[in-house]
């Protein structure tokens, strides 16, 4: 591996497959993530994100480092990664969205993930149709290509239809609640801002709700972890689909000397331009030795 500071982005590690993840993705089963550690260890230095940051600020990075970053609070991470990335003597970071946290709202993708394994997606599609949708279209990409609050009341309206409130209710337990952020917290994980409801607000469609996304959310860590964090990370950041306004935005939207944290499929490295951004890289479903190739080929 070269040089550089390697944010390997996960979301969660679990062995749970359920209909509300499947059509989602992003996850790993711990015996996945274990050969990643394994790995990693062996041709790079695993360090927690502070240090990683430190080190990326100051321009010393001279070495292969990794740290490992978690998106959307799920479950599973505090379970499963927590006690694989205290053996090998890591902290993790964790993106949350504090409606998922605070049981206000359920990850819409989960919903749609949820209805492609029922018989929902018909209705949905018809729902849709008015808006634009056409039969010949993933419902995953006409959602986030023209992603508004009319489409997210629209797959609520179904999905409450093929749902009991005991349903409802039992699906929030793939994310962690309070009490499970705070115990990450005392184990001295990074917390960050992932937005309030994960709506792509990095995008021309929505991105006039950034600063209020970003602003519930950060009010919520605030009161009831006592967090005010460094880090605001993208939901989604799509390639090619990101609003060439979305620094200034963020700029406009944040008072603070906050980070904007990306996915961008980049290693960090001291010759970057120094500025308020971090770019992460998904990890592949492959064992370890199928991790490192990759990562040997990220900057090629």
């Excluded at 309070?178 to 990095?202: D, F, K, M, T």
Aim: charged share 25%; aromatic share 12%.
């Amino acid at each position: 591996m070269n040089p550089g500071w390697y944010i390997l982005n996960y979301h969660d590690i679990s062995w749970e497959d359920s209909a509300y993840t499947r059509a989602i993705g992003g996850n790993l089963p711990p015996d996945i993530f274990r050969s990643h550690l394994d790995a990693l260890n062996q041709n790079a230095r695993l360090v927690s994100v502070p240090d990683g940051f430190q080190r990326f600020r100051q321009g010393k990075i001279d070495e292969p480092l990794v740290s490992f970053w978690f998106d959307d609070g799920l479950a599973g991470v505090r379970k499963y990664a927590l006690p694989l990335l205290e053996q090998v003597g890591v902290k993790g970071a964790m993106s949350v969205n504090s409606k998922f946290m605070l049981r206000e709202e359920l990850f819409w993708r989960s919903k749609l993930s949820f209805l492609t394994f029922t018989d929902g997606m018909r209705f949905l599609r018809s729902k849709l149709r008015p808006l634009g949708f056409k039969t010949d279209r993933s419902i995953r990409s006409f959602t986030l290509d023209h992603f508004s609050d009319k489409i997210v009341t629209n797959i609520d309206d179904v999905y409450t239809k093929f749902t009991s409130e005991l349903d409802r209710q039992d699906a929030y337990r793939l994310f962690e609640d309070v009490n499970g952020i705070a115990e990450l917290q005392r184990s001295g994980w990074e917390l960050a801002n992932h937005s309030a409801s994960h709506y792509p607000v990095s995008e021309d469609s929505y991105i006039e709700h950034f600063g209020t996304e970003f602003a519930r959310c950060e009010s919520a860590l605030e009161q009831h972890l006592g967090q005010n964090t460094r880090f605001w990370v993208i939901p989604f950041d799509r390639k090619g689909k990101r609003s060439p306004n979305l620094q200034q935005v963020f700029e406009q939207s944040d008072d603070r000397d906050r980070t904007l944290v990306l996915v961008g499929h980049k290693v960090n490295t001291s010759l970057q331009k120094q500025g308020n951004l971090l770019y992460r890289i998904y990890p592949p479903y492959e064992d370890g030795s199928g991790l490192i190739r990759y990562l040997d080929k990220v900057n090629d």
